[in-house]
């Protein structure tokens, strides 16, 4: 049995990754957080990390020695442009602890999330390549791009086996998110499914790449279990599913609640949707790891009222 430690378990991507860890590895799990305890983690082991302390960090690493971490806390995009420095701190610091952590307590393998923050505007808005020179403008994607150099860097010269996979907006109905720019397409088919309308923050032509939560943690835990010797990124590779607008997303959630009302107020994170690719170049995930995916948008759509 594995023994895996989990950061930031209490959001929206670690309560997803807990249950498919779950149910397709034997492990031994760790989650850890900043918050209490949810009921995602009940009934497993939890501890209080902030990852900004090297001491703590290191505290949790000598007590639990797990041989896989899943590296999830961050302060995402918008809460980002709120408080940049704490955006700075954990996103930086806190990631320098666990990569510093992971090759003190000679741990066997590494995930950290990446995003498509980390493109600027002057990256190709279509199939945006892996490798590009563009600058980001937000705090957010500048920590995430300057985390992806790290994890080549840390994999060159330790040796760390650090594997990461740029996440564009994540689609997800068990916790809310509530700090991202994509967060858009959750709250929408969370007001279709109650039955209230809804205010958008961005405007409806506004394109981003996007996936649902089952194909990205799928993928993840292919990613995770793909061949070393094959993966020829050690910065991170690009992930998505499809490119929709707010306009198409309404114009889908319509074909199952007809009646549904949206208006467009645009704020602060318009901006920072503009800066962002609208597709990604997937080609050398496919390649390499063979990623794939189960879910288009209609089939999302669908799903998620499932459960909501
Ligand atoms: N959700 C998305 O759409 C999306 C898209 C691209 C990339 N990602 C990446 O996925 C990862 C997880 O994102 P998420 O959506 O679950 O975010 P989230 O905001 O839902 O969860 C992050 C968690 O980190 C915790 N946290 C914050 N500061 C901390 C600290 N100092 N120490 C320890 N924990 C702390 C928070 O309490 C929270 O539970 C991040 O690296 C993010 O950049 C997410």
């Known amino acids: 049995m594995i023994k895996i430690l989990i950061t930031g378990s ?9 249950r498919i860890i779950k149910s397709s590895i034997d492990a031994e799990i760790m989650c850890t957080d900043i918050t209490q305890k949810t009921k995602e983690t009940e009934g497993m082991e939890f501890e209080y990390l902030d990852v900004k302390s090297k001491e703590l960090t290191e505290k949790i690493f000598e007590k639990f020695h797990p041989d896989h971490v899943y590296h999830l806390a961050s ?8 408080d940049p420095y704490l955006a700075y701190t954990v996103n930086l610091t806190g990631t320098v602890n666990i990569l ?50 790290l994890f080549q860097y840390y994999y060159e010269k330790y040796n760390l086996d650090v594997r990461s996979l740029r996440y564009p907006g994540l689609i997800s109905y ?39 939560m089952q194909d990205a943690m799928e993928s993840t835990i292919k990613f995770m279990h793909s061949d070393p ?12 599913s499809y490119t929709f607008t707010p306009k198409q997303l309404y114009e889908t959630i319509l074909k199952f609640k007809p009646g549904f009302r949206v208006d467009y107020k645009p704020d602060f994170r318009q901006q920072i949707a503009e800066s962002w690719p609208h597709s990604l170049d997937i080609s050398q995930s496919r390649h390499d ?20």
């Open 229 to 240: 010797d094959k993966l020829s990124v050690r910065t991170a590779y690009n992930v998505m």
């Open 289 to 308: 790891w063979g990623f794939n995916i189960r879910y288009d948008l209609e089939k999302t759509v669908e799903d998620m009222f499932s459960h909501l």
């Open 100 to 149: 510093n952590a992971c090759v003190k307590y000679n741990v066997e393998k590494l995930f950290v999330p990446s995003t498509i923050g980390v493109y600027g505007p002057e990256a190709p808005k279509e199939d945006a390549p892996v490798r590009h020179s563009s600058i980001p403008t937000t705090m957010y994607g500048i920590t995430k791009a300057a985390g992806e150099m």
């Open 10 to 18: 209490n959001g929206q991507v670690g309560a997803e990754l807990i």
């Open 174 to 212: 068990r916790v809310p998110p509530t700090a991202g720019t994509t967060d858009y397409a959750v709250d929408m088919i969370r007001h279709a499914a109650k039955g209230s309308s809804y205010t958008c923050y961005l405007g409806e032509d506004t394109p981003l790449p996007m996936m649902y």
């Open 75 to 82: 302060i995402l995009s918008a809460s980002g442009e709120k």
